[in-house]
């Protein structure tokens, strides 16, 4: 994140602070809970890739916002992996797809799925930069079954090449280019 970005953040996160600031001195005393999560997306060379955001709101959909640089322009897939473990080079450590309802197949297209872990491909521009939004509803950051932040983590796997959203069992995405461990609360400025 740049300097200048990093104070948009900062002057948001500010914004944000103000207002529910304001709400609890109208009197109802911190009644909006929001869970959040990030992960920071490294290469296999330990440079980093992107920064993601995951933030669960009050119907238990979750939010994804991740920032990419570095990356070859063109639709690249996008998955929660099943195990937060990310080991360079080939992060196969971080399993297959999330999928804890095992019987779904790969694909957001596909009739016999989605896994809860499939996401829309993310599009990088012709500078290699990515700024990328999602909603799902098949993952929770909160404790359960479709919890992210379960025993064994989950990781955030930016794929080499496209996501056909239908193929078993990793959409025809090519190789695991980047990996990050999802961690419970908002990252650290
Ligand atoms: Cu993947
Ligand atoms: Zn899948």
Do not use: W
Request: charge should be negative; aromatic fraction near 2%.
């Amino acid at each position: 994140m740049s300097n200048s970005r990093l104070l948009i953040a900062l002057a948001s996160i500010a914004a944000l602070g103000a207002c529910s600031q304001s709400a609890r001195s109208a009197g109802s005393a911190a009644t909006t809970v929001t869970t959040t999560a990030h992960a920071i997306v490294n290469d296999s060379t330990g440079k980093q890739l992107a920064t993601a955001t995951f933030t669960q709101d009050s119907t238990g959909s979750v939010h994804v916002e991740v920032h990419a640089q570095g990356l070859t322009p063109g639709e690249h897939g996008v998955h929660f992996h099943a195990v937060g473990t990310c080991t360079a080079p080939t992060f196969a450590s971080a399993g297959g797809h999330f999928n804890p309802d095992s019987t779904k197949h790969h694909g957001l297209n596909n009739p016999a799925g989605p896994h809860a872990g499939d996401l829309p491909n993310m599009l990088v521009d012709s500078t290699g930069k990515a700024d990328y939004t999602a909603v799902t509803s098949t993952v929770s950051l909160t404790p359960g079954a479709k919890s992210l932040l379960d025993t064994d983590g989950s990781a955030l796997v930016i794929h080499a090449t496209a996501d056909d959203n239908m193929s078993d069992p990793a959409g025809n995405a090519g190789g695991r280019i980047g990996c990050g461990v999802i961690q419970s609360g908002p990252a650290s400025a």
